[in-house]
């Protein structure tokens, strides 16, 4: 699925992801930079981007990152089963 999308989408789909199944949905931005061999800025970038995704598709009924100092929280509601 993911060769369909352009390049910053695969990111973000990627880093959802891997928030989703993540223990606890949190994750440091030096660890997403790490994991994904991003750099601070773009792992900042990408979630934010994500969050305006999930509000235009309006996926954030489901879905809100909380976008904190160094870290992001993914939350769900659990009324979509991704």
């Known amino acids: 699925m993911r060769e369909f999308l352009n390049k910053d989408d695969a990111q973000k789909m990627t880093t959802f992801v891997y928030l989703e199944k993540k223990d606890g ?15 601070t800025y773009l792992v900042k970038n990408l979630l934010e981007n994500l969050q305006n995704d999930l509000e ?4 954030d009924q489901y879905f ?19």
């Open 25 to 39: 949905n949190t994750a440091t931005f030096k660890e997403l930079s790490t994991r994904f061999s991003f750099s």
């Open 56 to 59: 235009y598709f309006e996926l």
């Open 64 to 82: 809100q990152l909380e976008i904190r100092d160094k870290d992001v929280a993914l939350t769900s509601n659990g009324k979509l089963d991704s």
